[in-house]
């Protein structure tokens, strides 16, 4: 089984390109951190992760996700090898992403923005505060059936 979950932020802005016939096809990395300290240093080790996002999936996180922003990324792990301009063999490994969902608040999102960026670098991501929690997650959904609200006024619809 291939099977692949990942949780961190965004490194850069998803870039969305089309191929020659058309299929919209979105890339960005994840910086995710280690469930463990290093020994040594006491500090946790930040892997990189390219992720590929392809067609409906691709157009939704590159019109709603943003560097910085917390993520969670299911999908399958997919090995490349390539010849380089100068004739060398390559191999890179990406993850095709099925699905991406939001892990923070949008009200937590702003108000990381409003105190000076959402982006914290390399093992130093925040926990949300527990205050954090009341203000929800937003549900993974298709991405034709996505709409922003436009005030949150704090009741839960079930």
């Known amino acids: 089984m291939n099977q692949i979950v990942l949780m961190g932020r965004l490194t850069r802005d998803p870039e969305l ?3 020659q016939s058309g299929t919209p096809v ?3 990395s994840l910086a995710v951190d ?3 300290a290093s020994k040594d240093s006491g500090e946790r080790q930040t ?3 390219d992720i590929v996002a392809w067609r409906g999936t691709g157009e939704f996180v590159s ?3 943003t560097k910085g922003q917390m993520a969670a990324v299911t999908g399958r792990l997919q090995i490349r090898d390539w010849t380089d301009k100068d004739g060398n063999k390559r ?3 990406e993850v095709i992403a099925d699905n991406i969902y939001f892990t923070e608040s949008k009200r937590s999102r702003d108000a990381a923005t409003a105190a000076g960026g959402a982006y914290a670098p390399p093992g130093t991501f925040a926990e949300p505060k527990p205050a954090d929690y009341s203000a929800g997650y937003a549900s ?4 034709s059936e996505f709409s922003e609200l436009e005030e949150d006024d704090g009741d839960l619809p079930f």
């Open 63 to 65: 019109k709603y996700f």
């Open 91 to 93: 191999r890179s490994a």
């Open 140 to 143: 993974p959904v298709a991405p």
């Open 34 to 36: 280690r469930g463990y």
């Open 47 to 49: 892997d990189f992760i």
């Open 17 to 19: 390109r089309h191929t």
């Open 26 to 28: 979105a890339s960005f």
